[in-house]
């Protein structure tokens, strides 16, 4: 049976077209879609990074971090400074075409893991102390 609506083929015993929803006895009644409400309240009673706080760094990791991972800026990902990061990832990786950028990594991370086991770095990137 072809619905007089749009014109595509249906099952002989359906009540409503498949592909536009026409009643196929009186076709120019569409068939009402159900709308689903989703519930306007928060089961939890706080967003759960609402109240959390910053993760508070550890001193020794990240001094020795940065004294034997430096060259590839893995201390300042875990202090948070993501821009130095990957300055010394690139400098560890792309380096080697001009011979001492592997070299200048590895120097500029083992003098601030030393700085940060000194105590001359004292805080992460969000500001907090280093514990």
Sequence with gaps: MNCPKCGREN???????????????NPFQTRQKPTISTPSFNPLPFSP???????????????????FLG???VHNFYLGYRDRG?????????????VVG??????????????ILSGQINQDADGQLLL
């Design 11 to 25: 099952y002989d015993k359906t009540k409503e077209c498949v592909w536009c929803g026409a009643n196929l006895k």
């Design 71 to 73: 060259y590839l800026g």
């Design 86 to 98: 990957f300055t010394q990832l690139f400098l560890s990786i792309f380096g080697w075409f001009i």
């Design 49 to 67: 990074n609402e109240n959390a706080s910053p993760k508070q760094r550890e001193r020794l990791i990240a001094g020795l971090l940065g004294i």
């Design 102 to 115: 592997p070299f200048i990594a590895g120097i500029w991370g083992f003098i601030e893991g030393v700085q």
